[in-house]
């Protein structure tokens, strides 16, 4: 039998089909843009509404970019990297904009504030107070301890990414002479480490942590465009176009992220199939049929449709408050706590 500390680690791998889900629902809350019309009074914007809400149904959203996720996978393994490269250069090349536009829209400063406004009194560079479910707000040292903690474990969900390099190791060609690892490793830290950080600070120039759409208690777990911090600095510095185009670029980077994830779930689960031990007897002809890959190319097909499989439960995001289950789930546990 495998070890139990190994089936932890195969858990936590084969948890990257929930990622899918998680960006499927993003998906369709992109789709609901509708960003406040009394904060855009208060900002001053140009227009007096600023949304994007297609008439159809979430329904049709999670079909569809579920569809490309799957197919993109079931592609040529060197098919699905090429791809891979060229979503990563424009991603990089997305995160270089978005530095490069906070910091002259931080430099314009429409309202004539002083430089880091956002950093000094009645702001800091870090939160003085924190809100809890129930609406209670925690403030002195402990407020100002669990701020810091509650922004440094989401964040870390920003960061996943590096276990991909491992995962891919066993399609890279040439491995020992291309050392196409180490560089994987080198070019994932830049970006990830690197360009997430100069987002996120660059980002913070124009947009204090303050701001109402940023502390809205409903969206916690998944948030709408509109929420995006990227999407609110060129709202404060009344830039009009610039809003909308964060809000599409992230259904791509979201398909995107959809789309490693069922990559990673299929390379694990193949991989769990080629060992016999962890298997039951009666279970042999469903390993065998995972273990399958594709005559020419390789490609792991029916553990990607296994993994893929789980994207029906993407279709949550028919209901409009599919983002409050977690606001739901925390009270009932209260009360029958």
Known sequence: MLHRGRWLTVACRFSWVFVMVLELVAITHL???????????????????LRFDPRVSPAVFVLCFWLVMVFINLLPVKLLADLELGFGLIKMLYLSLICIFNVALHAMRPDNKEAF??????????????????GSVVTGDAGR?????DAITHGLFG??????????????????????????????????ILLYALCTFTAGLNVPYTYPLLQSKETLSISYGQSSIFVIAPVLGRLTGWPLFFNHFMIFTATTAGTMAIYNASRTLHALALIEEVWPASATRFRQWLATTSRHYGVPKHAVLVCGAFGSLGFVAVDYNSNEVRVEYSMQTKYLN
């Open 31 to 49: 789709f609901r843009f509708h960003y406040p019309e009394e904060l855009l009074q208060q900002a001053g914007y140009h227009e007096p509404s």
């Open 145 to 149: 301890l669990l701020g810091m903690w």
């Open 159 to 192: 960061l996943v990414g590096f276990e991909t390099i491992a995962i891919a190791a066993a399609e890279n060609a040439d491995r020992p002479r291309q050392e196409t690892v180490k560089l994987a490793t080198r070019k994932i830290s830049l970006r990830i």
């Open 117 to 134: 406004w956002t950093w000094n009194a009645p702001y800091s560079g870090a939160s003085q107070s924190f809100t809890l479910h129930n």
